[in-house]
Structure formats: C-alpha cells, structure tokens
DNA sequence: CTGAAAGCGCTTACAG
DNA sequence: CTGAAAGCGCTTACAG
C-alpha cells in the first residue's frame, strides 16, 4: 500500500467513521473513548479495535468546545536563554503533562509591548490558565485590564501591582540577608550590594534583606555601596571600577545574582584582585555555573524547577477552585557556602 | 460594579452575543472580524464598537474545528535546561509567533518512553505541524508509524532512521573536521575525540570529522584515543584521568561539545595540566560560558537561536506545500578560535 | 446498555 | 452588502 506523494491531507477518521464502521451510535463511541462504564464488554471491545484500526486521533479542541473546558496552560516567560527560567520551564512542563495539560509557550524577550500582542494571542487559544512571569516595566493594572477575569493568572518572581493575581516568588528579601550575614560572620564589614535594577522589585527585596542584616549588626546604609547594573555577565564587569571608585574600602559584594556575580568575578580578575581571597562575593540563583566555576560561588539556591512544579501546581488549584482565597506563597531560598567568600584581607 | 468573588465562571460573549446586540447577523460579525471587504464601514464600525465594549475574545479552536485548520505547532525536546535546546526553542518561539502560530511546548528528557505518551498527547490538539528534536534511542520507524502522515514533522539534530521527514541538522562533520585541522595546524600531532556516546548520530559524525582530518594529515586512527562519555561536564571531569592512562602522548583533545570540554578542563587543572598552555583543547557549540570561562574555550559556533528559526520556517514551507519534495538541510558551522587551543608543549 | 437530537463557537457557501 | 442554514468533531441529557 504506497502512500502517492499527491495524496491531499487526508481527513482523519472521526467517531462518526468508527460508529458507522461499527455499527453503533456515535455516542457509543465517544463512551468508549472516555472509559464509560456505560458500554458492554462487547461492543467496547468492537469499538476498541475499530479505532486501533482506523488510526483513530482523538481531536481534543472539538471536544473542549463541547464541554467548554480547556486542555491547555499558557507559560509567559522572559527569556528561555537565561537558565533560571528555562528549568522554570521544565519543571511547569512536567508538572502540567502530569495533569494532562499541554504548556503553550510564550517569550517576551522583557518587552512589555510584545508581551501584550503575545497575550492576545495566546488568550484566543482559550488556556485553562496562565502563568506569567511578567516582563519588566509590566504595568499591572493594563494587564489585568487586558486578561479580565479569565483566564485565572499565578504571577511569577515579580510583583505586579493591583493585580489581585495568585503569586508565587522567592524569598529574596531573606535570602538577601542570609548571604550577608554568612559575609558579616566571615568578619567583612564593608560590604557592597552589587547589581541589579533598583526600580525592579526583586532587587528591591534583596536589597531590603542586605540592609537588615547591616542594621542588625549595627552597621549604616552607605548609598555608595550600592551599585546598579544590568543583571547581566558584560555589564558587571564593566561596573567592577565602579564599585572600587565610590568607596575603596569595600572588602566584599553581596550579588543581585550569579550572573552578576560571574561578571564581577571577571571583573576582579581583570584588576589582579582575586575572589575569595582577596575579596568576597556571593551571588543568587544557584545556577549550575555557580559550582563549577572557580573559585566556586557562594549563593543562594532557589531550585528554579521545582519552583516550576509549585507554579504548575497552584494554579490547578486556582483552576478548580476559582473562590479560594487570593495565595501569596514565597519559596524559601538556601544559602549554599562556597570559595567564593572568605575573609576579609589585611 | 464590583466582582462578587463568587461569580460562577462568566460566560465570554461570543459572535452571537455581538451580532445581537448590534441587530445583525453572526455572519456579518464573523466577516468583521476577518476584515472582509464585504461589510459596509457603519455597519464594520458598529460591530466593531460592539466588540469593544463586550470584551469579546475570538475562539480560534471553534474557529480551527470550522475551518479544517490549525494554528498551533508542537515543538518536542530534550531538555530545556541544556542552553542550546533553550536557545533553539527561543528562536522557534520567536519566528512561530511573528508567523502566528503558538508553540505547544513538550519535552522529553532524552526518554523514548516519555517521548511517545507526549506525541500522542500533543497530536490530539492536531497541531499543524511538529518540530521534534528526538530522544536519544528513538526508533525511527516506530514514531512514523506513531505519528502517521499527519501533522508533518521537521526532524532537528538527531537523524531518525526511515523517518521520510524533513531534516535539519547541524554539520557535525565539518564543524569536527575544521576543529581537528585547527589543531593539527598549531602542531599537535597526538589528537583525542573526548566524550559523546558513540552511537549517537551527531557524535558518530564529529568523529568522521575528526577522523577526516587526521586521514587528510597522514596521522592514523588510533581507538586508544577515543574516549566515550555522557555529553555532561562532571561525567567529562571523570573521564580526564582515562584520556592520559589510555595515551599518555595526547597533547590535544576535539571535544563532542563545550559541556564536555569545560568538564575535561575542570579534569586538566585538578591534575595540574593547564589548558591552553600545556594542553590544547576545543568544544562544539558555543555556549555562552565557552567565551566568558578562562581560558576562553575555542568551539563551533551554531548559532541555535538562528537554527530555531530556521526550523521554524523549513516546518512552515512544508505546512503550506506538503507537496514538496523533502528537505534535508544542513546548516553551517563556523569556528571561534579563543585561548583553550595551544601550541603543543616541549 | 444504545440511539436520536441538540449544541459548543465559529465559518462558508448560497440566496437575496 | 446582509441573513438563514448547514456543518467542523465532539458530548450531553433524554428516551427507550
């Protein structure tokens, strides 16, 4: 039986050819294909076979539409490349399949523009859910505007504000602290906040957890010692004079993140200052870079795949149960000691 | 107007709700929403405002089940938290959406179990098309016969046997033949081909390559220096000790990829061996890490972002003309010469 | 246990 | 330019 090249799209059998081939209703059919105790052994048997034979798709849109249910989660994330959200990911794409849901995938590249056409789309294929890690700059009330009530949304790692949205983030402000505290402890005093965005609300928390541990252990808040940059390698590098320039007593640097951290790694390298002995750094992620580079980086584990699970799993939950209350749930971050922070010098 | 929390699941307005409330008929809504020309433009502007004011959202399933067409894409991989995979999905991602499409995401951790239960979950939301980079150990003929003639698929990386699938490929043979000449032109003569699992198509490729240019040089095969081992750096750090008890002469290792050759340079320094100085070492892929780790890892540069999009639109061609003769492509390789390759020592 | 009928939200000829 | 009718592939009461 060769398959001709010119064969056009062949239609695939429906419970209508399977009902017909068998001689039964296709109601029987659609009974069968959902394990319906309601059919006879027999016919279920006769049915069975008929379907194996026939290459039988089952076409879930159709049945969606019938049943008006949804088969389907969305996933909105920044940028895959960064490795953070690219186990987030994963660990929501195993959840959902688990469930018996497909992930429809969505990057926004940190663009709120692109993230709105990118919604209008994905809102047309009628998730059951989203999740959505909005890009930065988001403006909350627009997006709650333009999703409505529906589908449900678990807000992911960022704030966003009037959303009245599930939300799931990770502890920054007391991973933050515990990362200073480990520096504190290691006898540093002069330790700067390196990195990130301050109008972004996680570097906002980690910065709050910085200055708790500082005014616990007595110590001001030196505006000189926090340094912006772009949470990325190249930027942090080139931030690294910066952070020597505003105050020269700095022995140690608590990271936005890894990706800072690595950067401004380099960046010491680059000046003969070497990390983890002469100067302390600590970064925030856990990223698998983190234990293999050398020295090995201090920082905070946040298990970004099970964090995928969680956001998977709280928003089946808000998926069948659209009244329970509004969750606020923070994950709890780890602190993993490594060569990257040691004593201070002199 | 508040939103009573207890609200059951609001119905969304549909095409006959709009066509109600404006007093014509779901027809015209339906030609309005598809900017036909037909519609006269007070009766356009109407319906328009109509939509508006009703937060109407359009189905594109009910729309799809009507037409007899499709507006999704499966994208099937490995392993989201391997940096290329998760550049080549962003690339799929990006050129999907401008084509609009959605990416219905799945992946399968090198599993062929796992792989199978999710194509058959993918294909029940009859995508137009699939991506599918396969599993390691897919068997060829099994997922044809799984995947039948319908949606069309565009095989990625991993060559399938007996698919009758379009093909795109990275060229592993070039890329490891360009890689060994590299090497040879710097001196060394006493070459390894470190890690992979040799019976995996792109790893039996880089080693043709490998084994090309050592022909072209007069240098002989020697099995002693071909090492296997799981493509993942600590694996590769374990093998180092391998590599020297097998040949203590080897002076240069082509390895299957960057993962790899970080994880053999982890095994060099612990040894003493410094790369790029006393031994001279190259990689497959250039990830990120290749250019900031240091020394610098000279590899294959692949670009996955592009193959992403590349793919993506290879897949579309096919899902406009089914026609069509099939495609094997494959895409260029270029390499990044940076500090890990060195002259030979003594 | 099985079948006939209606309907999910759209689009597509076909009339007018 | 607009409307009435049929149908995409399923499921769901409702009869029998």
Redesign the pocket.
Known sequence: MSESASTPRK??P???DIARAC??????V??V??NS????A??RARVEQELKRQG????RA??N????TSSSIALVINDLSNPFFAEFAMGVDEALVDEGFVTLLGSTGESPERQELLLGSLLEHSPAGMILSPAENSDGERLRRLLGNEPPVLVFNRELSASGWDFLALDNRHGARLATEHLLALGHRAIAFFGGHADSSSCQQRRQGYADALDAAGIGIDPRRMIECTPTRVEAAQQTGALFERDPSITAAVCYNDNVALGLKLGLMARGVRPGVDFALTGFDDIPEAAQTSPALTTLAVEPRARGRQAAELLLQRVRDREAPVRRVVAPVQLVVRGSSGAPRG
Chains 1, 2 share one sequence.
């Open positions: 239609r695939l429906t419970v209508n001689g039964v209703s296709r109601a029987t659609s009974l294909l959902r105790p309601l059919v006879g027999e016919t039988y798709v089952y076409n159709a049945a539409l019938r049943r008006r």
